[in-house]
């Protein structure tokens, strides 16, 4: 399972991935950079990477964002109004919208390591 979208009256539907990837299992270790900056997809495949035991975070909580939004356009056709219809959630259930994921390895990256060129997310991954 990758990610579970919660409609707004409760209903639960699980979004699974297609088996027999090249990563899968414990194949090859894996850990993923996380940040302020990542949003959405990202979130939803660091969760289930997260989750499932496959991978670990490591990074800075990550920005929280867990909506399914769609556009509905006014009856007038002068505009539109986004409406939030569910929200996503790891395989455990947990939630991702304005709480974001938390690394399993928080390594925090400054404005000074920026500027002096410096990586210490790529270098403890590493």
Same mark, same amino acid.
């Given at each position: 399972?990758? %990610?579970?979208?919660?409609?707004?009256?409760?209903?639960?539907?699980?979004?699974?991935?297609?088996?027999?990837?090249?990563?899968?299992?414990?194949?090859?270790?894996?850990?993923?950079? %996380?940040?302020?900056?990542?949003?959405?997809?990202?979130?939803?495949?660091?969760?289930?990477?997260?989750?499932? *035991?496959?991978?670990?975070?490591?990074?800075?909580?990550?920005?929280?964002? *867990?909506?399914?939004?769609?556009? %509905?356009?006014?009856?007038?056709?002068?505009?539109?109004?986004?409406?939030?219809?569910?929200?996503?959630?790891?395989?455990? *259930?947990?939630?991702?919208?304005?709480?974001?994921?938390?690394?399993?390895?928080?390594?925090?990256?400054?404005?000074?390591?920026?500027?002096?060129?410096?990586?210490?997310?790529?270098?403890?991954? %590493?």
């Amino acid at each position: 399972m990758i %990610v579970i979208e919660k409609a707004g009256d409760g209903t639960l539907t699980s979004h699974s991935a297609t088996p027999g990837g090249l990563a899968t299992g414990n194949s090859l270790p894996m850990i993923v950079l %996380v940040n302020v900056y990542s949003a959405s997809t990202s979130e939803i495949v660091a969760g289930a990477l997260q989750d499932t *035991g496959r991978a670990k975070l490591l990074g800075e909580t990550t920005e929280g964002k *867990g909506t399914v939004q769609n556009w %509905v356009r006014l009856s007038d056709k002068q505009g539109a109004v986004r409406e939030t219809i569910a929200r996503w959630l790891t395989p455990k *259930g947990n939630t991702i919208n304005k709480k974001g994921l938390t690394p399993d390895m928080v390594v925090k990256m400054t404005a000074d390591d920026i500027k002096a060129k410096l990586d210490p997310q790529l270098d403890a991954a %590493v």
